[in-house]
């Protein structure tokens, strides 16, 4: 069963770390093509920082990461619902 859990703890942290570079990459390209204001790309960009960093702690597989983890995600959804209302 544990096996299984940090099996599965890997995957999750390897998709999070693809998704957090894929998003860094479409984000620059997009918002460069389509958003003249420099501001905007830095901070799409560093929440999707947030994702990447989320992956590689979580794959320390340690509680306190977890713990950080949980935060960053909530920062992550927090600037995205701010940077929609902006």
């Known amino acids: ?8 703890i890997v995957i ?3 998709i999070l ?3 957090g570079v ?10 460069q093509q389509y958003f003249i204001n420099s501001i905007y790309i830095y901070l799409v960009s560093a929440l999707d920082v947030l994702y ?3 992956g590689a702690l979580l794959l ?5 990461a ?4 949980v935060v960053l995600l909530v920062c992550d959804m927090i ?3 701010s940077l929609i209302g902006a």
């Not at 894929?22 to 918002?31: A, K, M, S």
């Not at 320390?60 to 306190?64: A, G, V």
């Not at 977890?66 to 983890?69: N, P, Y």
């Open 66 to 69: 977890a713990k950080i983890v």
């Open 52 to 54: 990447f960093i989320s």
């Open 1 to 8: 069963m544990a096996l299984l859990r940090s099996r599965n």
């Open 22 to 31: 894929l998003e860094i990459l479409v984000g620059i390209y997009f918002t």
């Open 12 to 14: 999750l942290s390897i």
């Open 79 to 81: 600037g995205r619902l």
């Open 17 to 19: 770390i693809a998704f």
């Open 60 to 64: 320390s597989m340690r509680k306190n």
